[in-house]
């Protein structure tokens, strides 16, 4: 008898850290995989199925444009409702800490569906930071059957907040899976952009600094302070490319623009798909984000990183030497990228491969996990 798993995902680092998990699922015996695509991002969650080659079984459509965060709960909450009822999994998996994530796992549980928690446990110990994520991954620990948390310190959160043990798996997290899976692949084809890609113009002889930027609680001042550093940096270093793949929510569009739009070594350009984006992180000299999983993968390719935030989630990057927390005032900011591109001693330090996150094998982990889980809880409710 095969149980039916049903991945539930909506948005670009959802569908990343999905997929992998989702081509040994996709093979694994005894396993019926359903994805759930709840349509959360439109144009950038595309982009990730085309690299995946990903085909999706039910394909929800929630975005509007500029949504609100209970605008966006209702339509999830509604349509994933109707989709569990005609499915009926026998379990549903979620991944991280967005809005897809929380309410897919609440309308689960709302249904008596039992529910599996990729890349559980990551804590900031505080709720307004990432707001709302650490709510939404918090909520989702509370009622998730099965959690499984990238390292020891995460599966350390959960046992602190009540998880019993036997229902944790420490797997190491997928987005290293997608990454090293991504790079082998090209290195292989010695791959570069096509000549009609903005990024072509990158030149050989110039380093280059990689942006991105789309928290919520940044938005505002926060944002505008970041803005004004990538400035005055640009016109530091008039001999550093500068590049910025800018997420499509309006409110991070706005305010990039507005500041950017006009500096010569800055180049804006659309989100870019993830072999793009690998491409861009390989080759960067370093790299500023506020992004949850640029935090995993920066270190993973041994680039250094300053993480444009007040807290982490994923303080175990902290430990290698290779990542720096520098906040969003604009002055900080510019100091610390000075010192990166001024000191060769300093880059050199925090030039090194460090992975906490994961060693590329963690969906196997997960699968093999989920199996024994399913047919234990096959086995608990035959005797019941
Ligand atoms: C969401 C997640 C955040 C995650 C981020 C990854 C929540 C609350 N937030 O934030 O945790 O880090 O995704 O990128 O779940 N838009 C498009 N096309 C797209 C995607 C977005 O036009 O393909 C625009 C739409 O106007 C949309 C807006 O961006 O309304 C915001 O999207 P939303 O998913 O609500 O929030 P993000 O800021 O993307
Ligand atoms: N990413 C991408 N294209 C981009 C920017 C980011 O493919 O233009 C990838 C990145 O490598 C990482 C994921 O998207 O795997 C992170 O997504 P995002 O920063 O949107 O969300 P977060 O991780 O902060 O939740």
Known sequence: MAFTVMMVFGTRPEAIKMAPLAQVLRKWPGVDLNICSTGQHREMLEQVLKDFCLSVDEDLQVMVQNQTLNGLSKQLLEQLDDTYARIQPDIVLVHGDTTTSFIASLAAFNRQIPIGHVEAGLRTGNLKAPWPEEANRRLTGVIADLHFPPTNRARDNLLREGV?????????????????WMRENLNKNQWKPAPESPLAQLRDDQRMVLITGHRRENFGQGFERICLALAELALRYPNVQFVYPVHLNPQVQKAVYSVLSHQTNILLVPPQDYRHFVWLMDRAYLILTDSGGVQEEAPALGKPLLVLRKVTERPSVL????????????????????????????????????????????????????SRWLEENARRRDDS
């Open 164 to 180: 019993v043990l036997e229902n944790i798996e420490v797997t190491g997290n997928t987005v290293i899976d997608a990454l090293l």
């Open 319 to 370: 430990e290698g030497g290779t990542v720096k927390l520098v906040g969003t005032v604009t002055e900080r900011i510019v100091k610390e990228t000075s010192l990166l591109l001024d000191d060769a001693e300093v880059y050199k330090r925090m030039s090194r491969v460090f992975s906490p996150y994961g060693d590329g094998h963690a969906s196997e982990r997960i699968a093999e996990r989920l």
